[in-house]
């Protein structure tokens, strides 16, 4: 079985530009979580999207968006971009909100 | 507020030496509670992961971690550790009956293995 896919490995913007991020759950699963590695701050939950719908989102500011189309991928879309959003941005699917959460490769995206 | 503690930043073990990584939490109820391992530049592979029943849960790469409710804890054990070993490791909890909602994950505790 195929695991979580994400795209591009890495991604290169300058600051105030927009990114976008690209994420294929596992087949069969629903739910697609967005997370942030940025150094020194951890592993910090962005956003979950379930059956089509944002289902929670994490303290970021609005500019973090995203959607998940009918086929369960997910997008993330990062607006003005900021330095400080440097970091590596990974994806997670579940079969449901009871699942466990199983990871992809992630994007590592650089602000300069 | 919910948070787990990885009290070590670091740890450098022998090959061949036993390994035990800390993990605590702070939840207002039984969590669901994992461990994830990350090598360089990639993404989290799930060890193992406790939702209920047997407090001593068998992971992947002989891996194993024990459940104290008394403790707030979920260490993570290995008899025999292996070059191959030596990786970043993250405790992570999600609310029970919850296990696909958002992860809370300790600043992660990375691993050397010396020959």
């Known amino acids: 079985e195929a695991g979580v896919t994400q795209s591009p490995t890495h991604l290169i913007k300058t600051r105030g530009q927009q990114a976008t991020l690209r994420c294929s759950p596992i087949?069969?699963?629903?739910?697609v979580y967005w997370y942030q590695q940025a150094l020194g701050l951890g592993l910090q939950f962005l956003l979950w999207y379930d059956e089509g719908e944002e289902r929670n989102r994490g303290n970021f500011p609005p500019r973090f968006s995203g959607r998940q189309f009918p086929n369960y991928s997910s997008e993330l879309n990062v607006n003005a971009l900021e330095l400080e959003d440097s970091a590596l941005y990974l994806c997670?699917?579940?079969?449901?909100?009871?699942?466990?959460?199983?990871f992809g490769p992630g994007t590592r995206l650089l602000v300069l | 507020a919910q948070s787990v503690t990885q009290p070590d930043i670091h740890i450098t073990v022998s090959e061949g030496a036993s390994l035990e990584l800390r993990c605590n939490y702070s939840?207002?109820?039984?969590?669901?509670l994992f461990w994830y391992v990350q090598s360089p530049g990639q993404g989290l592979q799930l060890l193992l992961k406790y939702f209920s029943g047997d407090t001593l849960v068998q992971g992947i790469k002989g891996f194993e971690a024990e459940f104290k409710r008394s403790q707030s804890s979920f260490n993570l054990r290995k008899p025999s550790v292996h070059w191959s070993d030596a990786a970043e490791y993250f405790c992570?909890?999600?609310?029970?009956?919850?296990?696909?909602?958002?992860?809370?994950f300790g600043k992660g505790t990375t691993l050397s293995v010396s020959s």
């Open positions: 997670a699917s579940s079969r449901d909100r009871r699942e466990t959460q199983y």
């Open positions: 992570a909890v999600a609310l029970a009956n919850q296990a696909g909602t958002a992860l809370i």
């Open positions: 087949s069969g699963h629903t739910s």
């Open positions: 939840y207002g109820a039984t969590p669901y």
